[in-house]
């Protein structure tokens, strides 16, 4: 009504403006609401997650109801992070070059999960694909701590190298060492002419 009001008026200047300001205000949530948004979807998700973790005692069906139930609290757990960044800011993040390759292995994982729990009935595959989703979900969680992912990297690598060093593995050693050094060198993967 307020808008036939201002047409007859004339007072209806650039009105398309006005609606996409209008829908964007609409849109965006106060910074409380944010918070509670993230705090349930999060606790949604790790309510999902130990559920399915519950039901992996189940017999006969156990097995896929943790898949489910496991994949569905790690979308939760990930679409509660929309909240406090948005979704548009959150999807670029994601797609990072830090933490694009741990994305799409998440993502993949989450959907061969739901493949290898209801079209191919494959048990086995179905947690293997929850247990590289884990992997995946810790790593690119990790990309949002700051030299976290080196600290990691570093104590495998010790580990590693104490594991190999006592043991008749010495001939591994090199290679554990160019790893360390390709993954935590400053130029990536894309020089290995440094080798």
Request: glycine share 8%; charged share 15%.
């Amino acid at each position: 009504m307020d808008k036939l009001k201002k047409v007859l008026s004339g007072q209806d200047g650039n009105d398309d403006l006005n609606v996409l300001q209008t829908a964007n205000e609409a849109s965006t949530l106060g910074w409380g609401t944010r918070v509670k948004g993230f705090i349930g979807c999060f606790v949604a998700g790790v309510v999902c997650s130990l559920l399915g973790t519950c039901l992996l005692w189940v017999p006969r069906n156990g097995l896929t109801l943790f898949a489910v139930f496991y994949s569905l609290g790690n979308i939760a757990s990930l679409l509660s992070t929309m909240f406090l960044m948005g979704p548009l800011k959150q999807l670029k993040r994601m797609c990072d070059k830090t933490r694009a390759l741990a994305t799409g292995i998440m993502i993949t994982c989450l959907v061969l999960t739901f493949c290898a729990a209801f079209w191919w009935k494959n048990k086995g595959l179905a947690l293997l694909f929850c247990v590289l989703q884990f992997l995946a979900f810790a790593w690119y969680s990790l990309s949002y701590i700051p030299f976290a992912r080196d600290a990691i990297i570093k104590l495998f690598s010790a580990c590693f190298k104490a594991l190999f060093a006592g043991s008749g593995f010495r001939s591994f050693l090199p290679a554990v060492e160019n790893i360390q050094y390709l993954i935590s060198a400053p130029h990536g993967f894309h020089n290995t002419k440094a080798l």
